[in-house]
């Protein structure tokens, strides 16, 4: 149905190639993480997902269809900053993307129709967490909650496709924890297929279904830049995570690197002395 | 303490703030009053009691001739023709503005046009406007529009431009169209950063408008400034630009207050870049 397949897919910027080669297919309701150093031109993919760019060869392809020229509503995307508009209000934001499909002509929606659009945007506000911030502008808020908005804002058009662009990378730890949270049952909630661009391998594995590796097979200067990135991971996530069914929250083995240090039940600092003293 | 780290208290700070105004103010009594001593009848530099005279003449009494009060009826002129050509500015400054900056085929097509038609020196074609739109309102206020309206579409383009592009691709994914993305996103964003640059147009504007009525006029700050030179009459000259720059002060200020009000949002998210 709603499968994402990319075919041989290259790009290329000024004579220096970028991407090479990229085959993938992304199951519907898949949480394809991509990862790689920084330059391996995983956002560049990502730009081509929401047809920012185009690719110079090979085809994208979403449910059999051709990726459309320019980015649409089928595809939703939250970037790590200027995600929200900043002259609108929390719920301004949300109400914005109901509001661009009903009125086509003023890009408004008044009376009763803006009653009905204002309830949803604040359902869908209290879904993520900002229920109360309502009237606020983005500037006044943290920027967990300016993330927290966009999601609200993207989801509200109800994509298919949610893109995300490192949309955590910029914030505290203890912040990122709850908003993987939020992420997680935010997937499992709604029909999302789901592609984020991520440099934090905690964050791909802890959220995807999927973890794929972007890098390039050959980089020496004196290459001349005619080798790209491609694909050289491809992880299933294990035990796998099915869309539709969050598992019972059981306690983790390790703890994460964003999590608390885990008590060991004494103070002291070596626990292989405990309990057998001679 | 080094010198950047000191900073005044408020009081002081106001304090300091009047200082120069005092100091002109002083310097010019002390002049007028070297020059009345010598000659009570000197025109130069007039003693204030003669402002005074001629602020009520100009502003409180009926002119025997016209039977106006030549002050009001001036300065009606002046802002008439001001606010007129400011409000074409604007409307040509908002549209051109957004199309070359936000569409590439515009911006293409006018872009460097725009950009050489604002480097001609408006003055330079006051002759002109004044042998094909004649010496009435149109020519004058046709002077500032071309004076300013340039600057405020160049202004604008590049503020468009600033926009991030996220947010276009932003409004994008959420279904807007060329004219939503506009209506919705630009223009709002856009009317701020427009009263910026109109806040620096105003000096350029009253230039113009003076240099208009200066020419050819029957009325107006400017035309009157230039009508008793003839006579020496500081006394009337120096009130007027006096009153020139306190109306200009003034829209100055009103512009600020209505950018601060009408667009809360925008400090905060100026500041957060």
Request: proline share 7%; net charge positive; aromatic share 8%.
């Amino acid at each position: 149905m709603n499968a994402i397949i990319v075919k041989d897919v290259w790009k290329e910027y000024d004579g220096r190639v970028i991407l090479e080669g990229i085959n993938l297919e992304i199951a519907p309701r898949a949480f394809v993480a991509l990862v790689g150093p920084s330059g391996c031109g995983k956002t560049t993919f990502l730009r081509m997902l929401l047809s920012e760019e185009r690719p110079d060869r090979g085809t994208i392809t979403i449910a059999g269809a051709p990726l459309p020229r320019e980015p649409g509503a089928d595809r939703g995307v939250v970037f790590q900053r200027y995600s929200v508009f900043p002259h609108l209000t929390v719920l301004g934001n949300v109400v914005l993307g109901l509001e661009l499909k009903a009125a086509p002509l003023l890009g408004r929606l008044f009376g009763s129709s803006r009653r009905a659009a204002e309830d949803e945007a604040r359902g869908m506000l209290a879904a993520v967490g900002l229920a109360g911030s309502e009237e606020k502008y983005p500037a006044q808020l943290s920027g967990g909650m300016q993330q927290r908005l966009a999601l609200a804002q993207a989801l509200i058009a109800k994509p298919k496709v949610l893109l995300l662009d490192e949309p955590f990378g910029a914030l505290d730890p203890g912040i990122r924890a709850e908003i993987h949270v939020l992420m997680q049952k935010l997937w499992h909630e709604r029909p999302l297929t789901v592609v984020m661009v991520t440099h934090d391998l905690s964050e791909a594995f802890s959220l995807g279904t999927r973890v794929i590796a972007f890098e390039r097979r050959r980089n020496e200067p004196s290459d001349g830049g005619r080798y790209g990135a491609t694909i050289t991971r491809d992880f299933e996530v294990w035990p796998k995570r099915i869309a539709g069914e969050p598992r019972p929250s059981k306690k983790k083995t390790m703890p994460g690197r964003d999590d608390p240090v885990p008590s060991t039940g004494s103070l002291r600092d070596d626990p292989a002395l405990q309990g057998d003293t001679p | 303490m080094r010198l950047i780290n000191r900073r005044p208290a408020p009081g002081v700070a106001r304090l300091l703030a009047l200082i120069p105004f005092v100091l002109v103010v002083v310097a010019y009594l002390i002049g007028s009053g070297i020059r009345l001593a010598e000659n009570p009848s000197d025109k130069l530099l007039p003693s204030f009691a003669s402002f005074a005279a001629a602020i009520n003449r100009m502003a409180f009494q009926l002119d025997p001739r016209t039977g106006d009060i030549l002050l009001l009826v001036d300065t009606e002129a002046s802002l008439y023709r001001l606010f007129a050509a400011l409000a074409i500015a604007v409307i040509i400054g908002l549209v051109l503005g957004i199309v070359i900056g936000l569409l590439p085929y515009f911006r293409a097509g006018l872009g460097s046009f725009v950009a050489v038609v604002s480097m001609v020196p408006p003055l330079a074609l006051l002759p002109i406007l004044f042998i094909t739109m004649g010496l009435g309102e149109a020519s004058k206020i046709a002077l500032i529009v071309i004076g300013v309206a340039p600057c405020l579409v160049r202004d604008v383009a590049l503020r468009v431009g600033d926009l991030p592009p996220q947010q276009s691709i932003k409004a994008q994914t959420l279904g807007a169209s060329t004219w939503q993305i506009i209506l919705r996103v630009v223009l709002p964003q856009t009317l701020p950063r427009l009263i910026d640059s109109l806040r620096l147009q105003i000096g350029p504007a009253w230039l113009f408008l003076i240099a208009a009525e200066a020419i050819a006029s029957e009325s107006g700050l400017g035309y009157r400034i230039f009508l008793v030179r003839r006579y020496l009459a500081m006394d009337v000259i120096l009130p007027y630009v006096a009153w020139i720059t306190l109306l200009a002060f003034l829209m100055d200020r009103t512009l600020a207050v209505l950018q601060r009000r009408a667009f809360p949002w925008f400090e905060a998210a100026r500041a957060s870049g």
